[in-house]
């Protein structure tokens, strides 16, 4: 158990819908971290925040957004939704905003779109 | 292109068999890490490795720094079906955001 939670463990919705999905870093970690795992993409960074502001931007949708709230969870939302947006979706954390910091991983979020 | 290619994308062995994932790139890092992770579960970092030539070994598991610092190999000693997995390489990007390789597909048949 890394201690990173995330919620739901899958996901299920169809075209055009809008989702939330929601992390929580292990205890004492400021930096939350989503990564996008797809067959033909592999695993990518989408964004960091640290200690609730927007830290770094990956290869993220504008359709796709983040925030982080006071109490560090982070929630990744995802509107318009397409089928190639079918992914597994984890979040990471660490204590430290800047490189190298170990990051640890949730189990992620199945999102089908159907 | 990817930063990191990993080789072989796919791996299917029996039970006590040796074999070596490759992660090849370019460019040079500062240190390079290794990641398994098994169905349903996100990535368990396994090692960091940070000098060229570096050698490091986890039980049966022995991990390996290029000289030069652009390359990494993992060796895995009398494989077992716990082995199995997706096996990524991974580099620290600006502010810590990890840039992982594009994965090897581990299957260790009893």
């Known amino acids: 158990d890394s201690g990173v939670t995330q919620t739901p463990k899958h996901l299920i919705t169809a075209t055009g819908q809008r989702v939330t999905l929601r992390c929580s870093p292990r205890?004492?970690?400021?930096?939350v971290y989503w990564y996008q795992q797809s067959l033909d993409q592999g695993l990518q960074f989408l964004i960091q925040?640290?200690?609730?502001?927007?830290?770094a931007k990956g290869n993220i949708l504008e359709r796709f957004s983040a925030q982080q709230f006071p109490d560090l969870h982070s929630e990744l939302n995802l509107s318009s939704l397409e089928l190639g947006d079918s992914a597994l979706y984890f979040c990471?954390?660490?204590?430290?905003?800047?490189?190298?910091?170990?990051?640890?991983f949730g189990p992620g979020t199945r999102l089908t779109v159907l | 292109t990817q930063l990191l290619e990993q080789s072989p994308q796919f791996l299917s062995i029996q039970e006590g068999e040796n074999l070596t994932v490759y992660c090849n790139s370019s460019?040079?890092?500062?240190?390079l890490q290794w990641y398994r992770q098994e169905p349903g579960e996100g990535p368990v970092l396994l090692v960091t490795v940070v000098t060229g030539g570096e050698v490091k070994k986890l039980k049966r598991l022995t991990f390996q720094f290029g000289d030069a610092r652009k390359d990494s190999s993992l060796h895995i000693t009398a494989a077992q079906p716990g082995d199995t997995g997706l096996y990524l390489c991974?580099?620290?990007?600006?502010?810590?955001?990890?840039?992982f390789g594009t994965g090897t597909l581990l299957a260790v048949q009893p």
């Open positions: 460019s040079v890092f500062s240190s």
């Open positions: 925040y640290y200690n609730g502001e927007e830290r």
């Open positions: 990471a954390s660490s204590v430290a905003p800047v490189g190298p910091d170990t990051q640890y």
């Open positions: 205890s004492g970690d400021l930096s």
């Open positions: 991974a580099v620290h990007g600006a502010t810590n955001k990890l840039i």
